[in-house]
């Protein structure tokens, strides 16, 4: 079996798009391989700032020959009265190469059976390869010399190798050839003989073109050096890919600032290295930021004294700034920034961040009232929970909102509580992060995304499709994850409807925003339930209790019982509207309506979903006696609709659970 090796070398491509690529590349050549019937083992996609390359292994010399049935004009159209071909029948088998004697009717109508020789691999590389490549997409492409296509950098060489063997292919500009080059102040015009010797032949000139072999060793190296001093490095997802995607040769090196900059918040310097300068920030076993930080550089040598003056030269200036505005905002206490919130739009039609504030408020002296919390904490985190916004820190590092307020709250000697739900009423921050863990938080939270998400629909903003620009689809299921993380006992609904009351806009908003609350729920929860019980269940309005509501899937998950299922459908079935008159005993003329009545008194919910659901399994037999027994629509009116009226009360210990008619 063949191996194919593609390797487009560029100019620095922008960190963001080289995922994108590889994913890109990855489908197109698997889908061109795939569509032309060409097998192969594996398509491996490896990338640097100045490469693309692709490696293709288990490929056959060739397309395997097909046998194809061609569908022609109608018989009669193709022959004429003598039985010789017409025009349009000599036509058909010109157009398919194929003489008389290859044709053949059936159902009234010519056909041709034609044999179609396999292309060559090195043919089908050399006419698709160019293709693939050409059907990238990415933000911000650029166009270069005189050539009218675009891509996201310049293209400085190819290399196109099929074994020992070149394929000859034109990318935009560039002739392909057998010779890469390693990284930029290492090795140029390394000749590949072949695939297999590629990666280490790279790995030789300075580069490691894996970009999951160079994420690992970043981690090693990080880990090692932050080892040294003792030390531990919290290295998050997104700042691991990008120092990947900058890097062809990752190298590691500790640098230091000076101590006076761990005055200012925590998050602000971690920011300031993370976010800002890419650097790896260190802490000390306790969680504790120290002032050293680790930068990967894509240097090769051993003198590591100009990189570490230019960082700190960098970062002392960020740090400069944090440290001048957090000494200016903290000449006043917090709350002294809130008045400033008046000038500050929260959005168009629905008042200032003041006026949210205030709505907050209120919405989070409603919830701990309903959740039986009486702490004064609760309204003062609520009070404060925006000021920081107002602050020259905040306005400088906008992603830091709550955290620097939390910290502002602690200089002005707020308690512990209200620092914490300052910071956490912001929290999850996204899909995979946290929760609150304070009372406080998760209270002030919960009031905040409400009134949010409440104000987009009064606002006749409501997401569709993938705009959702003021994210209520992240609120949601902030308060989704919150409610159900800790088993918050809170009727939603009568929050919805006090945080719409509170707009300075009136708008029929209840029903559109609990269904845009199930909807969450159901997605939230479709990778561990199946979405026919989570819609099922949905039939009892979820957001009067969502953990309520969680304990019913969990429960109708387990259910494997048919004659449950069919049983309760039979009754949901005959029931088409609700009967609400009470069952007389004196008029039951059979034992089996006595049984099933006595039998339905019985089965009561106590707190355990699973064991009601048991219960309504357990009275199955007696269920179906009374259909095996009794006729429900007897000729005597009063008879049947007491036995309408029997089955309605069974119907309602059915549909306490879930629907059932869902679940089919």
């Known amino acids: 079996m063949s191996k194919y090796l593609l390797e487009v070398g560029v100019e620095e491509l922008p960190y963001k798009f080289i995922p994108m690529a590889i994913a890109q590349l990855q489908t197109g050549f698997e889908n061109f391989l795939n569509t032309n019937n060409v097998t192969f083992s594996n398509v491996k996609v490896m990338a640097t700032p100045r490469r693309l390359a692709v490696i293709v292994s288990g490929l056959p010399f060739a397309q395997p020959d097909l046998e194809k049935v061609v569908k022609g004009p109608i018989a009669k159209v193709a022959f004429d009265e003598n039985g010789n071909l017409t025009k349009a029948g000599e036509g058909f088998a010109a157009k398919n190469g194929v003489t008389k004697d290859d044709l053949y009717i059936e159902d009234n109508y010519l056909y041709a059976k034609i044999s179609v020789k396999g292309k060559n691999t090195k043919d089908l590389l050399q006419e698709n390869v160019p293709v693939i490549f050409s059907k990238l997409q990415g933000p911000h492409f650029m166009r270069w010399g005189t050539n009218d296509v675009k891509f996201s950098r310049p293209i400085r060489w190819v290399l196109s190798i099929l074994d020992c063997e070149e394929v000859k292919i034109k ?91 761990l005055t200012i918040p925590q998050e602000v310097a971690v920011t300031v290295m993370e976010t800002h300068q890419r650097y790896f920030a260190l802490y000390d076993k306790n969680g504790k930021l120290i002032n050293k930080f680790i930068t990967i550089t894509n240097y090769i040598g051993n003198e590591f004294e100009n990189i570490k003056a230019g960082n700190l030269r960098v970062i002392k200036a960020r740090l400069d700034d944090a440290v001048f505005f957090f000494n200016e905002d903290t000449k006043k206490p917090l709350e002294a920034y809130v008045e400033n919130l008046k000038g500050m739009t929260f959005q168009k039609g629905m008042g200032s961040v003041y006026d949210k504030t205030q709505r907050i408020i209120k919405l989070s002296e409603k919830i701990a009232s309903e959740l039986g919390i009486n702490k004064q904490s609760i309204k003062r985190t609520a009070e404060l929970c925006k000021a920081d916004l107002a602050t020259n820190l905040v306005f400088e590092f906008t992603e830091l909102q709550g955290f620097i307020g939390a910290d502002y709250a602690r200089v002005a000697g707020e308690e512990q ?10 929290f999850p921050l996204n899909a995979d992060s946290e929760t609150a863990k304070s009372v406080e938080g998760q209270i002030v939270g919960i009031a905040d995304k409400i009134d949010t998400i409440c104000a987009v629909f009064a606002a006749g903003k409501k997401p569709t499709g993938s705009s959702d620009p003021l994210g209520v689809r992240r609120a949601a299921l902030g308060i989704i994850k919150t409610v159900l993380e800790h088993n918050i006992k809170l009727d939603l609904s009568k929050i919805i409807s006090d945080a719409a009351a509170l707009l300075p806009v009136k708008s029929d908003i209840q029903k559109e925003v609990e269904e845009f609350f199930v909807q969450r729920l159901i997605i939230f929860l479709n990778s561990d339930y199946s979405k026919n019980v989570l819609e099922a269940c949905a039939s009892n309005n979820p957001c009067n209790d969502l953990c309520d509501y969680l304990q019913r899937v969990k429960a109708v998950s387990t259910l494997k019982d048919e004659k449950l299922l069919e049983n309760a459908n039979r009754v949901l079935r005959i029931l088409k509207e609700d009967i609400n008159s009470d069952v007389q005993t004196a008029l039951f003329a059979q034992q089996a309506e006595e049984d099933l009545y006595k039998a339905v008194q019985e089965v009561n919910f106590k707190g355990d979903y699973k064991q009601y659901l048991n219960d309504l399994i357990q009275i199955n037999p007696i269920v179906t006696k009374f259909f095996d027994d009794v006729l429900v629509m007897d000729k005597d009116e009063k008879v049947k609709n007491n036995r309408l009226s029997l089955l309605n009360q069974l119907k309602n210990k059915y549909t306490m659970l879930t629907d059932f008619s869902k679940m089919g």
């Open 417 to 426: 509580g209200v620092q914490d739900g300052i910071k956490e009423h912001y």
């Open 171 to 261: 990318i935009i500009d560039k002739e392909s050839s057998n010779v890469t080059n390693g990284h930029r102040f290492s090795t140029q015009n390394i000749q590949i003989d072949n695939p297999d010797e590629y990666v280490e032949k790279l790995r030789e000139a300075k580069v490691i073109v894996d970009q999951d072999e160079r994420k690992e060793k970043i981690i090693e190296l990080t880990k090692a050096e932050a080892e040294k001093l003792n030390a531990v490095t919290k290295i998050s997802d997104d700042l691991l890919e990008e120092v990947t995607f900058i890097t062809e040769y990752p190298v590691a090196v500790t640098c230091d600032f000076d101590m006076a900059y």
